[in-house]
């Protein structure tokens, strides 16, 4: 849910696509494992480090993406999520290889001495909080001068650099604040799994967050939080199928996209036009 | 009459030798002309002139292969920026096909229009302290008047993509005014306008020049070009063939030739 909300930054306000969003994710979980098992440093802090190197990551991979656009990007994107994990794989001494690493410390909260251990409970409330900080912040970011920058971007890129957008810095705050949000996904990830390998990292995951993204409405900050619901239980409920189950799950992706293109909430629903028109039919009844 | 010649004495745009190619192509051959401030200057010219090639370079959209712009009293030549930082510089323009913002709203695309005006960055959207509040109030006070000056504000919270395509036109221009520009370039502002509308944009181009806003004008209808233009230039090929006031250029061989083809001589 968390990797929806970034990628809605990258994806449906700045309007770039972006297929290797796995790859930061998996920066920010080994991240964490790496400087918690050789340097012992504990989950909160942690989780500022990962998100700093995913975003890091994040601007450095949108670097070569500056310069293209449309089915090209998405190739470039596609390819640096690959290397990623490829790279991952194959760098035995630093990453472990295809096996991962192994023993990461699960959270805790040291004031009150308590662990998080491995129940899924704990990290259920702690992903909640960081969801709502995560989605009240963006929604800042949305309605200020940054966030009209994304959007003019993503409507008409020549438009908005005559507009006098800094095209460059707009893309590269958009993959900043994508890999942050998805290093601190990461690092979430990884502690709570205690293991992190490159499997968890596929292009798969990339395409999923996507079509969360897109099931919720491209732009949209709750569509992308229902999107990643809704993808994430379609799978349990229709548990009951048995065997047909992927199939009904693929059949209802391809009647949704069918019937409402732009996503369950709606292509960027509107605060400003809805305030508008609240003003305008308030209007006669004050006179 | 002293003061108004003075006026126009002050260059704000110096176009050198601009060319530029296309493949095989010469879009612009060694283009040279200068605007003058608070001067309403048109350029005309057959399809596939150069005219919208020539914006595109003034507006950094393009790096022409040769030659130079410069812009205001400044020394830099404008080829070397971003289309970004030219805007900043107090240039803007629209487009001939319109480019608004679609699924933004027409106070939106104004608010756009002034990013080179405001300041906000990733933590100022993030923390929003009081300036960056005050600044947001402001803008949309301005964006408001904006809107108002154009005769749109009704429309404010409308998306763009719902307007009218005569109030399209118009917001583009509010939208390239909020940048509080000193030089404007409108690329054939009254395509597909109905002679009222027309009339109203004569009016409007008019009323921004008051304000101060020099204008260069990219347009094929005579009727708009030939009373509000202080000074006609005319591109063919890619090359001025002309330039000079309306009855200069009515009357002027060459540009008849362009419009109209040459006429045969017998033996």
Same mark, same amino acid.
């Given at each position: 849910?968390?990797?929806?909300?970034?990628?809605?930054?990258?994806?449906?306000?700045?309007?770039?696509?972006?297929?290797?969003?796995?790859?930061?994710?998996?920066?920010?979980?080994?991240?964490?494992?790496?400087?918690?098992?050789?340097?012992?440093?504990?989950? !909160?802090?942690?989780?500022?480090?990962?998100?700093?190197?995913?975003?890091?990551?994040?601007?450095?991979?949108?670097?070569?993406?500056?310069?293209?656009?449309? *089915?090209?990007?998405?190739?470039?994107?596609?390819? %640096?999520?690959?290397?990623?994990?490829?790279?991952?794989?194959?760098?035995?001494?630093?990453?472990?290889?295809?096996?991962?690493?192994?023993?990461?410390?699960?959270?805790?909260? !040291?004031?009150?001495?308590?662990?998080?251990?491995?129940?899924?409970?704990?990290?259920?409330?702690?992903?909640?909080?960081?969801?709502?900080?995560?989605?009240?912040?963006?929604?800042?970011?949305?309605?200020?001068?940054?966030?009209?920058?994304?959007?003019?971007?993503?409507? @008409?890129?020549?438009?908005?650099?005559?507009?006098?957008?800094?095209?460059?810095?707009?893309?590269?705050?958009?993959?900043?604040?994508?890999?942050?949000?998805?290093?601190?996904?990461?690092?979430?990830?990884?502690?709570?799994?205690?293991?992190?390998?490159?499997?968890?990292?596929?292009?798969?995951?990339?395409?999923?967050?996507?079509?969360?993204?897109?099931?919720?409405?491209?732009?949209?900050?709750?569509? %992308?939080?229902?999107?990643?619901?809704?993808?994430?239980?379609?799978?349990?409920?229709?548990?009951?199928?048995?065997?047909?189950?992927?199939?009904?799950?693929?059949?209802?992706?391809?009647?949704?996209?069918?019937?409402?293109?732009?996503?369950?909430?709606?292509?960027?629903?509107?605060?400003?036009?809805?305030?508008?028109?609240?003003?305008?039919?308030?209007?006669?009844?004050?006179? | 009459?002293?003061?108004?010649?003075?006026?126009?004495?002050?260059?704000?745009?110096?176009?050198?030798?601009?060319?530029?190619?296309?493949?095989?192509?010469?879009?612009?051959?060694?283009?040279?002309?200068?605007?003058?401030?608070?001067?309403?200057?048109?350029?005309?010219?057959?399809?596939?002139?150069?005219?919208?090639?020539?914006?595109?370079?003034?507006?950094?959209?393009?790096?022409?292969?040769?030659?130079?712009?410069?812009?205001? @009293?400044?020394?830099?030549?404008?080829?070397?920026?971003?289309?970004?930082?030219?805007?900043?510089?107090?240039?803007?323009?629209?487009?001939?096909?319109?480019?608004?913002?679609?699924?933004?709203?027409?106070?939106?695309?104004?608010?756009?229009?002034?990013?080179?005006?405001?300041?906000?960055?990733?933590?100022?959207?993030?923390?929003?302290?009081? !300036?960056?509040?005050?600044?947001?109030?402001?803008?949309?006070?301005?964006?408001?008047?904006?809107?108002?000056?154009?005769?749109?504000?009704?429309?404010?919270?409308?998306?763009?993509?719902?307007?009218?395509?005569?109030?399209?036109?118009?917001?583009?221009?509010?939208?390239?005014?909020?940048? @509080?520009?000193?030089?404007?370039?409108?690329?054939?502002?009254?395509?597909?306008?109905?002679?009222?509308?027309? *009339?109203?944009?004569?009016?409007?181009?008019?009323?921004?020049?008051?304000?101060?806003?020099?204008?260069?004008?990219?347009?094929?209808?005579?009727?708009?070009?030939?009373?509000?233009?202080?000074?006609?230039?005319?591109?063919?090929?890619?090359?001025?063939?002309?330039?000079?006031?309306?009855?200069?250029?009515? @009357?002027?061989?060459?540009?008849?030739?362009?419009?109209?083809?040459?006429?045969?001589?017998?033996?």
């Amino acid at each position: 849910m968390l990797l929806a909300l970034g990628l809605n930054v990258i994806v449906g306000f700045a309007g770039i696509l972006n297929l290797g969003y796995a790859a930061l994710f998996a920066i920010g979980a080994y991240t964490y494992a790496l400087v918690n098992i050789h340097l012992h440093i504990p989950f !909160w802090i942690g989780l500022c480090v990962s998100a700093s190197s995913a975003a890091l990551f994040g601007m450095l991979l949108a670097c070569p993406a500056l310069r293209l656009s449309g *089915d090209y990007l998405a190739i470039v994107t596609l390819g %640096a999520g690959e290397i990623v994990r490829i790279v991952l794989n194959n760098t035995d001494r630093i990453s472990g290889g295809p096996n991962g690493l192994l023993g990461i410390e699960h959270p805790g909260l !040291w004031f009150f001495h308590y662990d998080f251990g491995v129940q899924s409970e704990p990290y259920y409330f702690l992903i909640a909080c960081l969801v709502i900080v995560t989605a009240f912040l963006l929604r800042r970011l949305e309605s200020s001068r940054l966030g009209r920058a994304w959007i003019a971007l993503r409507e @008409d890129e020549l438009a908005a650099s005559c507009m006098g957008v800094n095209l460059p810095w707009a893309k590269l705050s958009a993959f900043g604040i994508g890999g942050f949000i998805a290093g601190i996904a990461g690092c979430v990830f990884a502690a709570k799994q205690g293991t992190v390998s490159p499997d968890s990292f596929d292009f798969v995951v990339s395409v999923m967050v996507l079509a969360m993204v897109v099931l919720g409405g491209l732009g949209n900050i709750l569509g %992308a939080i229902l999107g990643a619901f809704l993808l994430s239980l379609l799978p349990e409920i229709l548990r009951g199928f048995d065997i047909y189950r992927m199939l009904l799950f693929g059949i209802a992706m391809i009647a949704m996209m069918l019937f409402r293109p732009q996503g369950i909430l709606g292509e960027f629903h509107h605060r400003e036009e809805f305030k508008g028109r609240r003003k305008k039919l308030a209007g006669p009844n004050a006179k | 009459m002293q003061s108004k010649k003075q006026l126009s004495d002050f260059t704000i745009l110096k176009v050198e030798n601009i060319t530029q190619h296309f493949g095989g192509v010469t879009a612009l051959d060694g283009v040279t002309f200068s605007v003058g401030h608070g001067e309403i200057v048109s350029l005309i010219g057959p399809n596939g002139a150069g005219k919208t090639t020539l914006f595109n370079c003034i507006t950094g959209l393009y790096v022409p292969r040769a030659g130079s712009i410069y812009f205001g @009293d400044s020394e830099t030549n404008l080829n070397r920026l971003y289309p970004y930082q030219i805007t900043a510089k107090g240039i803007a323009r629209t487009f001939q096909t319109i480019r608004l913002f679609k699924h933004m709203t027409a106070l939106e695309n104004i608010m756009v229009g002034a990013h080179t005006k405001t300041r906000g960055g990733i933590l100022a959207g993030l923390f929003r302290p009081r !300036w960056v509040m005050l600044e947001e109030k402001k803008l949309r006070l301005q964006a408001n008047r904006l809107l108002t000056f154009f005769g749109i504000s009704s429309k404010a919270h409308e998306l763009a993509k719902n307007l009218s395509y005569g109030y399209q036109r118009k917001l583009e221009i509010a939208r390239a005014l909020a940048s @509080d520009p000193k030089l404007l370039l409108l690329d054939e502002p009254a395509a597909g306008m109905n002679p009222k509308e027309k *009339d109203e944009l004569l009016e409007l181009i008019r009323a921004i020049r008051n304000r101060g806003v020099t204008v260069l004008l990219i347009e094929h209808d005579m009727k708009v070009v030939m009373p509000i233009s202080d000074k006609i230039i005319v591109l063919d090929y890619g090359k001025k063939i002309a330039e000079g006031s309306a009855r200069e250029i009515q @009357d002027n061989p060459r540009v008849i030739e362009a419009y109209l083809g040459k006429a045969v001589h017998r033996p």
